[in-house]
Every structure is written in structure tokens, then in C-alpha cells.
């Protein structure tokens, strides 16, 4: 089985960026594909973007495409997703996930493991 923290959450304004991470332990991260995930008040979890163990293929959310990238440093054990040109939109709990069969698919049924989220808000 395979823990993971969040980080890098907060408070931007619209247009702004941020950088979550998503550290990884107790199984080897390179065995696992990797998504993130985001879910608003009110709002079902819906997919953000995920990556595959090597890093060469990525999947993105249409809402995301062009302005979030997901990527990885296998011997950090940590996934991140850059976010840039952030919208009041993107206000969620993030979520990042792992996929052991490494599929990168958007579905949430693929993914066992989860850390407990991180807080985006972004003011307008």
C-alpha cells in the first residue's frame, strides 16, 4: 500500500499560480501512475490530470489543458501539479491519487489510494 501527502495549497488571486505536491511513501512510487484529482463544495471529484511511471505520457481535463501540468521526480517520490492562470473555478480540494495499473485514465474507480487533499481558493 501506498501513503501520500498533499502540499502546496492556498490562497491566490485569479490570474495567479501555484505548485502542489504530492509525496509519496511505503510502496515504490515509480511502480505507480499518478492523478490528481479536485473536488468543490457541493460538487462531485472530477479529474484534473495524470501522469504514467516513466513521466513521458500525460492526460489532462479539458478545463485544465494549457494552464496545469502534472509532473514527477521518481527519486523524490513526489508528483506535482504546476497551476498556472488560475480562475475562481479552479477554488477545490486537491486530491492526488495512485493508479497501480498505471493507466493514466480520468476515472476515480482507478485509483485505490488517495491523500487526504489540499485546499486551492482563488479570489477573483
Known amino acids: 500500500q501506498v501513503q501520500l501527502v498533499e502540499s502546496g495549497g492556498g490562497l491566490v488571486q485569479a490570474g495567479g499560480s501555484l505548485r502542489l505536491a504530492c509525496v509519496a511513501s511505503?510502496?515504490?512510487?515509480?511502480?505507480?501512475?499518478m492523478g490528481w484529482f479536485r473536488q468543490a463544495p457541493g460538487k462531485e471529484r472530477e479529474f484534473v490530470a495524470a501522469?504514467?511511471?516513466?513521466?513521458?505520457?500525460?492526460n489532462y481535463a479539458d478545463s485544465v489543458k494549457g494552464r496545469f501540468t502534472i509532473s514527477r521526480d521518481n527519486a523524490k517520490n513526489t508528483v506535482y501539479l504546476q497551476m498556472n492562470t488560475l480562475k475562481p473555478e479552479d477554488t477545490a480540494v486537491y486530491f492526488c491519487?495512485?493508479?497501480?495499473?498505471?493507466?493514466?485514465?480520468?476515472?476515480?474507480?482507478?485509483?485505490?489510494?488517495w491523500g487526504q487533499g489540499t485546499q486551492v481558493t482563488v479570489s477573483s
Open positions: 501522469i504514467n511511471t516513466s513521466g513521458r505520457r500525460t
Open positions: 511505503g510502496r515504490p512510487f515509480s511502480n505507480y501512475g
Open positions: 491519487a495512485a493508479d497501480p495499473l498505471n493507466t493514466i485514465n480520468n476515472s476515480l474507480k482507478t485509483y485505490p489510494y
